[in-house]
């Protein structure tokens, strides 16, 4: 069956230092895969999504950038968080193809700013 | 792009009560979605329902697509259902773009 690890799930970041968050899928091959930013008490906001190595759509103009180095890895990187960048961070799968399937995620990591 | 509203935005339930959760979207859809996330934060994928109905369980979903709604029902409501119910939408023309509502907030009580 298929699985989905981020980590870390807490983080505590000043302003200004850099950020890598990390999620891999077990499982399954060529996923389509996702980043999502949930602020407080709000809805899911995709930030990146990726249908293959090396392909990264971005959704929202921001100081987040995201790579896919390996069919099954995708990585949430920063070189400077702003205080802004707090919040819930999720990552997902869904099978590939350029169709539609359902999206099963990760169990997250809460990024906080101080 | 494709705007997503969730109705109601809070419920409170007595345990084995009956309820039914709305998601209206503004354009066809080829993904339509439902996610239970829990007070922990973990997002569970419910149905994956573009249309038709669909039942696990205590849940079903009903997607009409030609009149751009989804129906959650979950009947005899649990503690364990408590949590936010997402809607979430997508169509081909955006790409892999999935559009999520702003969420039910459901508390079940004892």
């Known amino acids: 069956s298929q699985t989905i690890h981020q980590w870390p799930a807490t983080l505590v970041q000043p302003v200004g230092s850099p950020l890598s968050l990390e999620c891999t899928v077990e499982g399954t091959s060529n996923p389509n895969l996702y980043w999502y930013r949930q602020a407080a008490g709000r809805g899911l906001q995709l930030l990146f999504y990726s249908v293959g190595i090396g392909q990264i759509s971005s959704e929202v103009p921001q100081n987040l950038s995201a790579s896919r180095p390996q069919d099954r890895q995708f990585i949430l990187s920063s070189k400077k968080l702003l205080l802004s960048d707090s919040g819930f961070y999720l990552c997902a799968w869904s099978g590939p193809g350029q169709v539609f399937q359902p999206q099963h995620f990760g169990d997250g990591t809460r990024l906080s700013i101080l | 792009g494709i705007q997503v509203e969730q109705s109601p935005p809070d419920l409170i339930l007595q345990e084995g009560a009956n309820s039914t959760l709305r998601c209206n979207f503004s354009?066809?859809?080829?993904?339509l979605q439902w996610f239970h996330q829990n007070p922990w934060g973990q997002l569970i994928n419910l149905f994956y329902?573009?249309?038709g109905t669909k039942q696990n369980g205590r849940l079903s979903a009903t997607t009409v697509a030609t009149e751009r709604y989804s129906l959650l029902y979950i009947s005899s409501s649990q503690t364990t259902d408590s949590g936010v119910y997402f809607c979430a939408a997508g169509a081909s023309t955006g790409g892999f773009k999935t559009i999520f509502g702003a969420g039910t907030r459901l508390f079940v009580k004892a």
């Open positions: 329902i573009p249309s």
């Open positions: 354009d066809s859809v080829n993904n």
